[in-house]
């Protein structure tokens, strides 16, 4: 089975700066696009930063030079460093992938999620 782990949310003054972290675990051959998602309260799940294998880059408008997603393809690690934090940035961060990997004689290519790390910027 494959998993992804955030880690690195919490509570930060707004100007402040969070570093998010993905593990990936199970046995992978591969990872396609990974990417981070939010979503905040009373609204829906939005994209904030991908970055595919290809490593090119593509942010939400609202992040654009205050974000910056890595990529660790050696360890199949995504980070996401949130610089500048502002209250609307409140939200659950969810770290998402597109992975192929092995069952057995199986080989399985799905999206799969993290389970979601609170960050919350006080004005």
């Known amino acids: 089975q494959v998993q992804l782990v955030e880690s690195g949310g919490g509570l930060v003054q707004a100007g402040g700066s969070l570093r998010l972290s993905c593990a990936t675990s199970?046995?992978?051959?591969?990872?396609?696009?990974m990417g981070w998602y939010r979503q905040g309260p009373g609204k829906q799940r939005e994209l904030v930063a991908a970055i595919p294998s290809s490593g090119l880059t593509n942010y939400a408008d609202s992040v654009k030079g205050r974000f910056t997603i890595y990529r660790d393809n050696a360890k199949n690690t995504v980070s996401l460093q949130m610089n500048s934090l502002k209250p609307e940035d409140t939200a659950v961060y969810y770290c998402?992938?597109?992975?192929?990997?092995?069952?057995?004689?199986?080989?399985?290519?799905?999206?799969?999620w993290g389970q979601g790390t609170q960050v919350t910027v006080s004005s």
């Open positions: 199970g046995s992978i051959f591969s990872i396609n696009a």
């Open positions: 998402n992938a597109r992975i192929t990997w092995h069952q057995g004689m199986r080989v399985i290519t799905n999206d799969y």
